[in-house]
């Protein structure tokens, strides 16, 4: 007698969202890791402190998604599986808002219309 075979349980459909996600988030990594080497020519123009704290923070970008995986996975290893599908979303939100972004541009003017509220 041949048994049905299991849908997979939410652990599993949890493990396939982490781990896609997160190759989202590692591919804005090596997207930031272009821009990073770019931004170097930043410094050849003149140094303004406005323009030096932009360039930290950018620089510090990586500590989002990477700080977000790891909390995601301690998470994922103490059974807390909302927080870790929370956390690991999080970590590809960038490439997420980009992606809509971009399907928004390309869609043309006047594709997304939204009306005024009338109080």
């Known amino acids: 007698m041949s048994h049905p075979s299991p ?3 939410p652990r599993i459909i949890l493990t ?7 190759l989202l988030a590692a591919g804005t990594l090596l997207v930031w890791a272009f821009a990073a080497l770019t931004s170097i020519l930043f410094f050849d123009s003149q140094p303004n402190p ?14 989002w998604p990477v700080g977000l995986s790891i909390a995601a996975w301690v998470a ?3 059974r807390k599986n909302v927080w870790a599908a929370i956390f ?6 960038p490439i997420l808002l980009e ?7 390309l869609a043309g003017p ?6 005024p509220a009338h109080w």
């Open 7 to 9: 849908q997979p349980g």
């Open 16 to 22: 396939i969202w982490m781990v896609l996600s997160q």
């Open 76 to 78: 994922y290893a103490r």
């Open 88 to 93: 690991s979303g999080l970590s590809a939100a």
């Open 50 to 63: 406005s323009g030096m704290a932009s360039i930290l923070v950018f620089l510090a970008y990586p500590v």
């Open 110 to 115: 006047g594709a997304v219309h939204v009306e």
């Open 99 to 105: 992606l809509v972004a971009m399907l928004t541009l």
